[in-house]
Structure formats: structure tokens, C-alpha cells
């Protein structure tokens, strides 16, 4: 149990364009889930909380207006790098916290590479 | 703040031998914790999870959890090449799923 699931794996766009990434959790009801972005060799950072049916929480410095999410039911967030600029280029990975984990466990998704020409 | 220590690395042992992550945290009352492994160009996989003091053993891999002394260790036995990878130690914030991440310790098995 606890898979979760990344759509697109794998996306290269023109500049200027804007990208949705979907995160679903495929055995589970998730309540919460989180946004990460992670360049080359360097340590996951945490863009922003996504709760079912309210606002996303960001991290300082994560602009909302152009990283979009939306929470929309128990099972899906998206993700959407709106006019995305080659600097947004990165590894997108979201997580989901499963609420019968009596610890709190975050279950990974397999990441979007997201590629800005 | 919560702060999660490890050390970064590069870890290299040998194939067969036991690779040894350490990890301490700062938030005495702390629960949980959590060793995630990430290869290279993928996402953090879960591991292992302990709650209690002591050992919890799952195949290969050995968690080890002090609270007194606030850390938290990973043995991995019969170390082999596709062992290599970053280990993450996290430790969850009261009350929620948000984790706080160590900066990872890359440890290379050599054949």
C-alpha cells in the first residue's frame, strides 16, 4: 500500500508556456500532500503543503501565483509552473501523508523532470 | 527549529561489509523517524520507520533509535553496489506529515 503516482514523468516545454503536473494517491485517501523541488545534487526543498479542499500553504520564497496547486479531492493535487522560464527547470516530486499511518509517514511520488527551453 | 544532522559524506565501504548512517535531531520530544534512500536522479523511497528505543530490524537494514541521546542510526549488512545511494534521516513535525529533512549522507558500496 501507500503508491503514489506523477504524471508527467517527464516534460519539455518552451518558455513561456505553463505545465501541469498531477500527484495522485492511488490506495489511499490523502488529506495532506507536499510539493518539492530538487536541482542536480542538491537537497529536496519543500515548495508547499497541499490540503484537500483549502488553500496550498508555501514555504518562504515559493511564489503562489506562479506555482499553482490545487487539491481538488482526496486523491489528486496538481501542480501547475505557470510562464515557466528555463531557471524553473528542475525535479518536481510531490508526497502524501496516508492518515491511517499512526506516524506520519510521507509516501514519495516518482518525480517530474520538468525541462524549460 | 528543528535540525536534523548527518553526516554528508561520501560514506564508501566495501561490498559485504555493514555501512553505518548516523543522524541526530534537536527536538526532544520528537516521536518518529524515518530513513528515506534516494538514487541518484529519482525520489526519496521509505525505508524504515521507528517510534521505540532500541533496534528494529527489517532484512538487511537495522534501525537504531536512542532518545536520551537524540539519534537515530542505520545499519545496512552484506553492503552491495546497488545499496549506493543518498539516505535521508526525517523526522516529522507534532502533529503533522511535514517532514524535517537531514541533508543526506551518500554512501557508495565498492565491488
Known amino acids: 500500500g501507500a503508491v503514489v503516482s506523477q504524471h508527467p514523468s517527464r516534460v519539455i516545454c518552451k518558455s513561456g508556456t505553463s505545465v501541469k503536473i498531477e500527484c495522485r494517491s492511488l490506495d489511499f485517501q490523502a488529506t495532506t500532500m507536499f510539493w518539492y523541488r530538487q536541482f542536480p545534487k542538491k537537497s529536496l526543498m519543500l515548495m508547499a503543503t497541499s490540503n484537500e479542499g483549502s488553500k496550498a500553504t508555501y514555504e518562504q520564497g515559493v511564489e503562489k501565483d506562479k506555482f499553482l496547486i490545487n487539491h481538488a479531492s482526496l486523491t489528486l493535487s496538481t501542480l501547475t509552473v505557470t510562464s515557466a522560464h528555463p531557471e524553473d527547470s528542475s525535479f518536481y516530486i510531490c508526497?502524501?501523508?496516508?492518515?491511517?499511518?499512526?506516524?506520519?509517514?510521507?509516501?514519495f511520488g516518482p518525480g517530474t523532470r520538468l525541462t524549460v527551453l | 527549529q528543528k535540525e536534523v544532522e548527518q553526516n554528508s559524506g561520501p560514506l564508501s565501504v566495501p561490498e559485504g561489509a555493514i555501512a553505518s548512517l548516523n543522524c541526530t535531531y534537536s527536538?526532544?520530544?520528537?516521536?518518529?523517524f524515518f530513513w528515506y534512500r534516494q538514487y541518484s536522479g529519482k525520489s526519496p523511497e521509505l525505508i524504515m520507520s521507528i517510534y521505540s528505543n532500541g533496534d528494529k530490524e527489517d532484512g538487511r537494514f537495522t534501525a537504531q533509535l536512542n532518545k536520551a541521546s537524540q539519534y537515530v542510526s542505520l545499519l545496512i549488512r552484506d553492503s552491495q553496489p546497488s545499496d549506493s545511494a543518498t539516505y535521508l534521516c526525517?523526522?516529522?513535525?507534532?502533529?503533522?506529515?511535514?517532514?524535517?529533512f537531514g541533508k543526506g549522507t551518500k554512501l557508495s558500496v565498492i565491488p
Open positions: 526525517a523526522v516529522p513535525e507534532a502533529g503533522s506529515y511535514q517532514l524535517t
Open positions: 508526497s502524501a501523508g496516508r492518515p491511517e499511518s499512526t506516524y506520519n509517514e510521507q509516501f
Open positions: 527536538d526532544r520530544v520528537s516521536q518518529s
